[in-house]
């Protein structure tokens, strides 16, 4: 499975979850998913709940992933099963 790197909302109720695809061909169709998921019972052993996936170009992505730092989302680590 591919590397992927999470966010979460200032409120902690939202993540969202960039992934790069990882079975592009030669690097022609390169792109991310980002995923938006839920946080149902706080950050512990129950993952989010994935509500919506996008996939963008990867320098697209880039700047979405910069936007939502500068809007107080904050990088985490997965710890769910």
């Keep these: 499975m591919a590397q992927s790197y999470w966010l979460i909302n200032s409120n902690r109720s939202e993540v969202k979850r960039f992934m790069k ?14 995923d938006t998921g839920k ?8 993952p989010p709940v994935m509500t919506n996936t996008v996939s963008v170009e990867i320098d697209l992505a ?3 992933y910069e936007r939502l730092l500068s809007k107080g989302w ?3 680590e997965k710890n769910w099963n």
Excluded: A, P, Q
């Design 21 to 34: 695809n990882d079975k592009s061909i030669d690097g022609v169709f390169e792109y991310m998913f980002i």
């Design 39 to 46: 946080i149902v019972e706080g950050l512990g052993n129950i």
């Design 62 to 64: 880039r700047e979405i």
């Design 74 to 76: 904050r990088k985490i």
